[in-house]
Structures are given as structure tokens and as C-alpha cells.
């Protein structure tokens, strides 16, 4: 008697997600052969070689990923058809290329949320202690993953524990990634309001262009990994019958994974943050204010103001001014950590 269809059937599921998967791979393409020509126009400025590397890394994995996901469907759906039968194929998750898959999966997974924490570590001031939690994370994510394929070389392979693995790199993963991303975006949406504020100055767009951006970015992956956990707790164990549709999104999920940071360093690399001159980070309390002043009428004399706070809750000093011209134009000279963060994390270290 013959295998009954499911109500998402496993074949179709990675079919779908193999096609998703080439769109989005071909975005990643496009989008990272931008990324690297802004970085090699602009390689005179200097460029982080960490998350050069990172965005690097992550589309090498991202396009073997691919490849390897091509390969499976035309074993499934031309070579095996006939003999085993395309949803017994795709269900036997434990032929070696499908593992060969899930560990590219794995690294490239680890890798990405592990640029997350090094953007988290630069926006809150290079601070060590900020970075440990979800560095732990990262190698958290590292144990449970390999400790799931690792279940299937066993004489005797469990598939209830392999799901449990599986869950815990699910977990640990979708947590760091929603946490990391409230502590960059409180971070930052706290320095631009106490700057706004010691300022008295309204906000303007571009600064909240930068925080949407951080936020959408990590939101990006955080939401595509909480469909993919939901769907993961829906899915049947032997992936013969019930709701199969978590394979469409586990095939996407090394491209979203990449697209995400090299999406920030593109945006940093052409100017979409609006970099500045000066540079105020966690770590420097003060603010230097330069205003520019103008020739009057009367006199020739330049005249220029400076006001140091030593406190951003403290009493302003009084500025000092020299000559006799009367400032009528100002050029405020401040960068607020929301635009320092984001371009010092994709800048020479």
C-alpha cells in the first residue's frame, strides 16, 4: 500500500523552498557584488576586515548551500523518482548530503548571529562584558547543531532526540537574535534622545533612517527565525505526513542570514548613515560643539565658540568668544552614537 500525500507534502515543501531559495540567492548576489565594489572603491578609507570577511564567508556558504539543494532535487525528483519515490527521499534526512547541507547550515547560521554580537559590542562601546552572553550563544548554537547531525552516524539514530537538538539550536538562536537586536536599538534610540535633548534640537530623518535600519535588519532574521521555530514545533518527526512547510524556510535561511549584515555594510559604505566628522561614543561623555561664525559689517574678525560638557546632566558653562562679530550661522559638529555605532562597526578596527 502506498504512502497516503500529507497535507503539505515534504517534496513539494523543498521544491517551493529551492525556488525561494534561488531568488533570494540571487538578490544575495546581486547585493553582495555591490557591497564588495563599494568596498574596493573606498578601500583607501580602510575597511573592517572582520565583517568583510563575515559577508564574505556567508555567501560562500550560502551559494555551496545552494548548490547543494540543487543537487538534491534532481536526486529526488529524476534519479530516485522511480526506485525510492520523492517523499521517502526528502524525508531520509539522514543521506549524507543532506547532512552535508545541514552543516553548512549550522556555520552559516552561527556565523551570522555571531556578526550580530560584534555589532552589539561596537554599539554599546566595545564593551567586553556586552558581548559575552550571546557569544556563549553562538557556541551554544555550534554544540546543539553538530550534536544533531553527530545523532545520525549512530549505530541506532534516535529521530525524538535528534528533534530535541534541533529545538535547542532553534532556541538558542531565535533568543540571542531578539535580544541583540532590543540592546543595539535601545542603545541607540537612548544616546539620540539624551543628545536631542542636551542639544534641544529636533531629531532629523537620517538618524532615524540608521536606527530603522539596524532594527529591520535584525528584525529581518529574528522574524524569519520565529516562522521557522513555529513551523519547526508543527512539523511531523519522520516527515512523511502532516505539515512539512518548516522545509520551506530552513532552505531560505542561509541567504537571509547573509543578507542582513551585508545589507548594513553596503548601507555604511555609501553613505545612507550619514557619517559625520566628529565621532561621541559611550566611552566620552563630552560633547564639543564648533560654531562657525561669519564676517559682519563692522569688523573682519572671526569669532568662535566652544562649549565642553562635562556632563550631559550637569550646568553649561558659559562659552568663551573671541573678537566682535556676531555669530549668524553655526555648523553643529556632533555625531550621535546611533550614526558613530554603525559606521564604526563596518570601519577599520
Known sequence: MGLSRPFFPIDEAYLIGGWLESFFWGLFTFLFGMTIYSIYRKRREGFNRFTTASIVILYILATVHMALALIRLIQGFILYRDTIGTIPYFANISVRLNMAKDCIYITNLAMGDLVIAWRLYVVWGKKLWIAIPPTIMVIGEFICGYGSIFQWLLPHPNPVEIAHWGQGIFVISLTANIVVTALIAGRIWHMTTRTREL???????????????????????????????????????????????????????????????????????????????????????????????????????????????????????????????????????????????????????
Do not use: W
Not at 529574528?222 to 530552513?250: C, Q, R, S, W
Not at 560633547?287 to 562635562?310: H, I, K, Q, Y
Open 199 to 349: 542639544l534641544q534640537v529636533e531629531s532629523t530623518d537620517r538618524y532615524s533612517r540608521v536606527i530603522m535600519l539596524i532594527v529591520e535588519s535584525g528584525a529581518l532574521i529574528a522574524v524569519a527565525k520565529i516562522v521557522e521555530f513555529t513551523l519547526f514545533k508543527m512539523a511531523p518527526v519522520d516527515g512523511l505526513h502532516g505539515l512539512n512547510a518548516l522545509y520551506v524556510v530552513y532552505e531560505i535561511m542561509p541567504q537571509v542570514t547573509g543578507l542582513a549584515p551585508t545589507v548594513i555594510v553596503y548601507a555604511v559604505n555609501n553613505g545612507f548613515t550619514q557619517k559625520d566628522d566628529c565621532y561621541t561614543t559611550a566611552a566620552n561623555t563630552k560633547s564639543t560643539l564648533v560654531f562657525n561664525s561669519t564676517r559682519t559689517a563692522d569688523s573682519d574678525a572671526m569669532a568662535t565658540s566652544t562649549m565642553e560638557f562635562a556632563d550631559p546632566k550637569g550646568v553649561i558653562p558659559e562659552s568663551r568668544a573671541t573678537g566682535r562679530g556676531v555669530l549668524s550661522e553655526k555648523k553643529i559638529q556632533l555625531e550621535m552614537l546611533a550614526s558613530s555605532s554603525v559606521s564604526d562597526t563596518f570601519s577599520p578596527a
